[in-house]
C-alpha cells in the first residue's frame, strides 16, 4: 500500500481532546522537545495526585487536582512555571500542523464538543478532529494517549487509523460495576482483519513492554483468513480469459496465487465492464476491495485511492550480430562442441586399439595349436 506522503518511521501522534492545545497551538509547540530520531523509552510514574508521562525525552503531565484550575504550575517540558499547561505532550511530528490547521481544527472541535457522548460513553463526535490531522500525514507508528476516564479504546476503528501499520493506545480501564480506587493504564491495539473489538495487550508495565516491538505489534502481519473481492478487467498478459467457463489466467493471478497462502488470505474474481471509469468508481464506492489492473496513476486518483508498488514491465531486449554464413563442410562439425569431438576421437582410437590387440591374440593361439598339431 501506498503511505501518506509525509510518513516517518518513528512519527508518534499525541492525541489529546484538550481545549488547550486547541486554543493555544503556539504556547503547547513551545512546550515540546526537539525532533528525535532516536527510539523512545517509555517511562510512567505515578504520584499521589499526579501522572507524569517521559516519551521522546520530553515529558507530557496531567494534574487531577488543577485540571480545572488556573493556578500556575511548572511545565515538565518547558522547566517554566505556566498556566493551564496542560493536555500536551512531546511528539516527533511537525508540530506547526496545529498552527497552520487552527482554523479547521477549532471548528470541527466546536461542532463536536456540541454533540457530547453517546450513552455508551464512545467517542461520538471526536474522530472528525482526527480525520483532519491524518488526512495530509499518515505515520507508520502511532501510539494514542486518553486523558479522560471513557470507553476510548473504539477510537481505535476509526477509517483514518485504517493505514497506520502499528497502532497502540494507552488508557485507563474503565470498569462499568465499580470505580476504581486507583487508576490503572492499560493498552490496546487492533487488529483489523481479525476482529472489530480492540486487543487488549495487557497493563501497562515497564517490564512487559520492553522493547519497541513489544507496543507496537504488526497489524498485517497476517489478514486471518480474510476473503477479498477481486474485480478485474481483461488485459492480457495479466488477467484474461480463454473461455468464460475457465478460470481466470494471466500474470497477476499467479501472484496473488503465490500471495494467499503466505499472508493468509482467500480472494474472489469478479469480471467489470469498461471503461476504466467505471472501475474506479466501483473502487471509490467501496463495492470491492481492490483491482489488480495496470491502471495510471494521477494525482486525483492518488488522493482518492491507495496503490501498491508497481509490477514494471518493459521491452527490453539483448541484441548481437548474426554471426557469418559457415560452409556446407561445418555443419556437421558444429552439431557437437569441441569436448564432444575429442571424447569421439579417443573412443574410436581405443575402440581399434582394443580391437587390434583382439585379433592379434587370436593369432597367435591359432599358430600354437597349429604347431602342436602338426608334432
Known amino acids: 500500500m501506498v503511505r501518506g506522503r509525509t510518513a516517518s518511521p518513528n512519527a508518534i501522534l499525541m492525541w489529546y481532546l484538550e481545549r488547550r492545545i486547541l486554543h493555544h497551538p503556539q504556547e503547547s ?8 530520531t532516536k527510539q523512545p523509552d517509555f517511562d510512567i510514574t505515578w504520584f499521589k495526585n499526579k501522572r507524569e508521562v517521559r516519551s521522546f525525552g520530553g515529558s507530557a503531565h496531567w494534574d487531577r487536582e488543577r485540571k ?65 490531522l491524518l488526512s495530509s500525514w499518515t505515520p507508520k507508528n502511532l501510539l494514542l494517549f486518553s486523558l479522560g476516564v471513557t470507553k ?13 501499520e502499528h497502532l497502540a493506545l494507552i488508557t485507563e480501564l474503565v ?27 495487557g497493563e501497562w508495565d515497564t517490564e512487559l513492554f520492553v522493547s519497541w516491538r513489544d507496543l507496537f505489534v504488526d497489524r498485517f502481519s497476517s489478514f486471518y483468513g480474510f476473503q477479498f473481492e477481486l474485480l478485474w478487467l481483461t488485459e492480457r498478459p495479466f488477467t484474461y480469459q480463454m473461455d468464460a467457463e475457465e478460470p481466470v489466467q494471466g500474470i497477476s493471478v499467479k501472484m496473488l496465487k503465490s500471495l494467499s497462502p503466505v499472508l493468509n488470505f482467500t480472494y474472489t474474481l469478479t469480471k467489470g465492464t469498461r471503461p476504466w471509469s467505471n472501475l474506479l468508481a466501483v473502487l471509490y464506492n467501496r463495492e470491492k476491495h481492490f483491482s489488480i489492473n495496470n491502471l495510471y496513476l494521477s494525482l486525483e486518483r492518488s ?9 514494471w514491465h518493459d521491452n527490453y531486449r539483448i541484441f548481437l550480430l548474426n554471426p557469418k554464413l559457415l560452409p556446407k563442410w561445418m555443419s556437421i562439425y558444429n552439431n557437437f562442441t569441441h569436448h564432444v569431438w575429442i571424447a569421439i576421437v579417443m573412443c574410436l582410437v581405443a575402440a581399434t586399439l582394443f580391437l587390434y590387440l583382439k585379433v592379434c591374440e587370436k593369432l597367435q593361439l591359432q599358430k600354437i595349436v597349429t604347431m602342436y598339431g602338426q608334432v
Open 303 to 311: 488522493l482518492l485511492l491507495d496503490a501498491s508498488v508497481p509490477c
Open 175 to 201: 470498569n462499568e460495576t465499580q470505580v476504581l480506587s486507583s487508576p490503572t493504564l492499560v493498552v490496546y491495539t487492533l487488529l483489523s482483519f481479525l476482529s472489530e473489538v480492540p486487543v487488549l495487550l
Open 29 to 36: 509547540v513551545r512546550c515540546f522537545p526537539p525532533q528525535r
Open 68 to 132: 480545572n484550575s488556573d493556578s500556575p504550575h511548572r511545565c515538565y517540558s518547558c522547566n517554566r512555571h505556566r498556566t493551564g499547561c496542560y493536555g500536551f505532550a512531546s511528539f516527533t511530528a511537525n508540530t506547526t500542523y496545529l498552527s497552520e490547521h487552527r482554523p479547521k481544527l477549532l471548528t470541527a472541535y466546536e461542532s463536536n464538543r456540541t454533540r457530547g457522548y453517546s450513552e455508551a460513553g464512545q467517542l461520538q463526535g471526536k474522530p472528525d478532529l482526527l480525520q483532519i
Open 152 to 164: 476510548a479504546a473504539a477510537i481505535l476503528g476509526h477509517e483514518a487509523l485504517n493505514q497506520v
